[in-house]
């Protein structure tokens, strides 16, 4: 079975605090996510990454960087912490195949809050 | 770009009647995929259904069927048999063919409670 994990389930940092989510696949997927997930919004794309060292930013990418040195794990990082990033933050991964699609796989989520 | 939107917010059914949950889109594309996935109570999310824009046969799994009609870029999804571990949110999304990465597109969500 795909595994993706994160880092933590809950999260308490302060206003301004650097924040660092990481996500961890274990199944040598090229492709990893970031989602928010916020009530009434569903789903919604931060930042997403074909393979190591590549990036692209998604729908939301302000506020937001990240890094992915390694093929298993990717980062999400809050520069600087605020109030509006209080949110639900998902992870997801999936295999690259040219001719067909393949889903994503989930994270547990991280349930962060900003105070 | 594409959009996904889900007009019910929550929905509920007896535990083994028939729900079906909304879903419409937008998309220029032609070849294109629709999902179902389904987010139980503080568990991970998980699909439920695929359906290829080029089929025309409705995808079934077990108990959840879709209904897509691709002229009217509607793509419901229907639970027959309900049961409480049905009860969670699901989101409809969407991903065009083409793109290397070809990221999600969700709806807003439905969350769906199953009564005893």
């Known amino acids: 079975d795909v595994k993706v994990t994160q880092s933590s389930r809950y999260l308490v940092k302060r206003t301004g605090e650097k924040v660092f989510l990481e996500c961890v696949q274990d199944m040598d997927h090229e492709n990893m996510f970031w989602y928010r997930q916020d009530p009434g919004l569903g789903l919604r794309l931060i930042y997403f990454s074909y393979d190591v060292k590549m990036k692209e930013k998604g729908d939301i990418p302000e506020g937001y960087s990240v890094s992915r040195e390694k093929k298993e794990r990717f980062s999400l990082i809050l520069e600087s912490a605020s109030t509006n990033q209080t949110s639900m933050y998902l992870c997801?991964?999936?295999?690259?195949?040219?001719?067909?699609?393949?889903?994503?796989?989930f994270g547990p989520g991280t349930r962060l809050t900003v105070l | 770009a594409q959009t996904v939107t889900q007009s019910q917010p929550e929905m509920s059914v007896q535990e083994a009647e028939t729900v079906t949950l909304s879903c419409t889109y937008d998309?220029?594309?032609?070849?294109?995929?629709l999902f179902w996935y389904k987010q139980p109570p503080s568990r991970q999310m998980i699909l439920v259904i695929r359906?290829?824009?080029?089929?025309?046969q409705n995808a079934t799994e077990n108990r959840f069927s879709v209904n897509f009609q691709k002229a009217a870029k509607s793509f419901s999804l229907k639970i027959s048999d309900s049961q409480l571990g049905d009860t969670a949110m699901y989101f409809c999304?969407?991903?065009?063919?083409?793109?290397?990465?070809?990221?999600?597109?969700f709806g807003s969500g439905t969350q769906l409670t199953v009564l005893p």
């Open positions: 998309t220029s594309e032609n070849n294109y995929y």
């Open positions: 359906q290829e824009a080029y089929k025309q």
């Open positions: 997801a991964s999936r295999i690259f195949r040219d001719s067909t699609y393949n889903e994503q796989f």
């Open positions: 999304a969407l991903t065009i063919s083409s793109g290397s990465a070809r990221q999600l597109t």
